[in-house]
């Protein structure tokens, strides 16, 4: 971990970082704004923001995004007490960060993607959110998890930041909000802009694994992070990165704690899984995307299938990296 916060120390206050993140905001910009031109749906939208985003870099930090097109992946779990069947999200953020093609740190975050049903008012379902809330003990009914999973499926969700909304807005805008957030301020079944606007600003929540005293590493943690970035004070209170965004208000917002690791919940830290059906979740995406370093996780996932339908996204940070 001591690589990593000292990647970030550096990167965080390091003027080109911020004109890469701004730049790579811009063009995402300007796609989601050509497809409200076009009137495009969901599923196009996605597509073109993959595509806008797969390939950028900044030195040691790569992002990778392709949109799947293939089976919907769904589940079946109780929402109360009755039994539900909901396609779980139709996006995945992860951010991984890597040495020696060993994952050392990885956060995993299920977004499920939204268009504005009249100006500034998105529709929600009831069951998807109360699915994306709460992650009852599930299983796969379809698709990806029915083919990888034999067994009931648990994610700690120990964030809240596991399950997300992405609320596209129009001429061309996306804001990022966890489950549990569209939960306290939906009115009915919809969320609108001026409900999300009662959040003054972009709070994030403290990381769990920073803040429990009994995690192995909340040492040097502390410690690394007070030597290499003094500046913003304790670990205990709200970190610049590594953190846990509940609230993502614009593309800017969301490039900049997505490339600083501050979206989605925690699956492994320095080769200790934290949670072991999240983590090998996202060894078959991570496997998925081709990329060299991940292509060992095919052999080591038994009974590997990707049969899916969905948008995966990843900002990987390559500790090896030389400048």
Not at 27 to 38: C, P, R
Not at 44 to 73: E, P, Q, W
Not at 80 to 108: C, F, G, N, W
Request: glycine share 4%; hydrophobic share 35%; with cysteine.
């Amino acid at each position: 971990m001591n690589s990593l916060i000292r990647f970030f120390s550096d990167y965080y206050n390091h003027q080109d970082f911020r004109k890469f993140q701004n730049t790579l905001a811009r063009e995402v910009y300007e796609t989601l704004a050509k497809a409200y031109s076009n009137s495009d749906g969901e599923v196009k939208m996605v597509t073109d923001v993959c595509d806008a985003i797969n390939g950028s870099a900044f030195r040691g930090l790569r992002f990778y995004a392709n949109k799947i097109h293939g089976t919907r992946s769904f589940v079946e779990f109780y929402n109360q007490d009755k039994p539900t069947t909901k396609e779980l999200a139709d996006m995945v953020v992860i951010s991984v960060a890597t040495r020696d093609h060993e994952i050392v740190y990885e956060k995993v975050s299920f977004i499920q993607n939204k268009k504005e049903e009249t100006e500034n008012v998105w529709k929600i379902d009831q069951d998807q959110l109360y699915l994306l809330h709460n992650f009852p003990t599930f299983k796969g009914e379809k698709g990806l998890f029915k083919r990888n999973f034999r067994d009931e499926v648990v994610f700690l969700n120990n964030s809240e930041t596991l399950g997300n909304y992405g609320l596209f807005q129009s001429p061309g805008e996306m804001i990022l909000v966890n489950a549990l957030t569209i939960y306290q301020l939906q009115q009915s079944n919809k969320i609108s802009l001026s409900d999300i606007r009662k959040y003054a600003k972009n709070t994030n929540n403290s990381n769990s694994q920073f803040t429990l005293i009994d995690h192995p590493f909340w040492e040097e943690m502390a410690y690394r992070y007070l030597k290499h970035f003094p500046k913003y004070g304790s670990p205990f209170l709200n970190f610049p990165f590594l953190n846990n965004s509940i609230i993502s208000f614009n593309i800017y917002d969301f490039i900049r704690n997505w490339s600083c690791f501050n979206i989605g919940d925690v699956a492994s830290i320095e080769g200790k899984v934290i949670d072991n059906d999240l983590n090998k979740f996202s060894r078959i995406l991570l496997a998925k995307t081709g990329l060299s370093v991940f292509t060992r996780y095919k052999n080591e996932i038994q009974e590997f299938d990707f049969e899916n339908n969905i948008a995966i996204m990843v900002a990987h940070i390559d500790l090896d990296y030389k400048q």
